[in-house]
């Protein structure tokens, strides 16, 4: 039996990310910023460290999805969830023992340069450059840098601690509906960014399955989280190879009349 602590569980990924994990082999503690009326889960806030260390008390695996996930906000509004949080995740991890943390990165790390504006983070040029998890990081957004933040404490806590560390960068999550309403009501270079980011919900649970559970070659590792999307400029081979990750859909095939 693993036991698994995700926080952020009633976020978007959250909510997928207990569905990742159905069999009896795993036993799940879900941690939320509130009370939730529709999932068995404990609040915690982040920023205390003593509540997020004692939270972590018998864990093996970290899944730490809680940050302010708007890549249009302020420094101030991420500081303390996506740094002072992440800090607190992988220390309190370190503190516990624990196997494995699985951090919640993203796109935003490493899209500045595929972007048609540095004021429009969700964009795409027409012909974006291949990103590959060994590139250079660039930033978006404040909320990518605190990204960038978090893969480097990452790849800090790895080396200096030896547990398991998988930085995965996570695309943009939506319903099959939900692709094409954004497709719809977007122009050209939102329309290719979301062709090229998009996470089934499927393919987020396979995803984070495979990262949560993998034997790893390398620690860390930087795994990028999309769908198998023929337009995608985030190289898949190399998560696909690392985490044995197999993706299913892919964006074109929705929209073209799946």
């Excluded at 695996?61 to 303390?80: K, M, T």
């Excluded at 790390?109 to 972007?115: D, H, I, L, P, Q």
């Amino acid at each position: 039996m693993t036991n698994i602590a995700i926080t952020g569980a009633a976020g978007n990924v959250g909510r997928v990310a207990i569905d990742a994990f159905p069999d009896d082999d795993h036993d799940l503690a879900l941690f939320t910023h509130s009370e939730t009326d529709d999932l068995e889960s404990e609040p915690i806030e982040i920023a205390d460290y003593d509540a997020f260390s004692d939270a972590l008390a018998g864990q093996d695996v970290l899944i730490h999805l809680a940050a302010n996930p708007s890549p249009r906000v302020e420094w101030d509004e991420v500081r303390e969830p996506n740094v002072d949080g992440v800090y607190n995740a992988f220390e309190a991890a370190a503190a516990n023992d624990l196997e494995r943390v699985v951090f919640a990165s993203s796109n935003h790390a490493v899209n500045m340069k595929n972007t048609v504006s540095e004021s429009r983070p969700e964009s795409t040029v027409g012909k974006p450059e291949i990103v590959r998890p060994s590139d250079p990081t660039d930033p978006d957004t404040y909320y990518g840098v605190t990204k960038v933040f978090g893969e480097s404490m990452g790849s800090y806590y790895a080396k200096r601690h030896g547990f398991d560390v998988v930085n995965l960068r996570i695309g943009w999550l939506l319903t099959r509906d939900e692709l094409r309403a954004e497709c719809r009501d977007r122009d050209g270079a939102g329309e290719r960014y979301a062709r090229a980011m998009w996470l089934s919900p499927g393919d987020c649970r396979r995803l984070l399955n495979a990262a949560a559970t993998a034997t790893l070659e390398e620690s860390p590792l930087i795994a990028h989280g999309i769908s198998d999307n023929a337009e995608r400029f985030l190289s898949l081979s190399e998560t696909m190879q690392a985490l044995s990750y197999r993706p299913q859909d892919d964006a074109e095939v929705v929209l073209t009349g799946d």
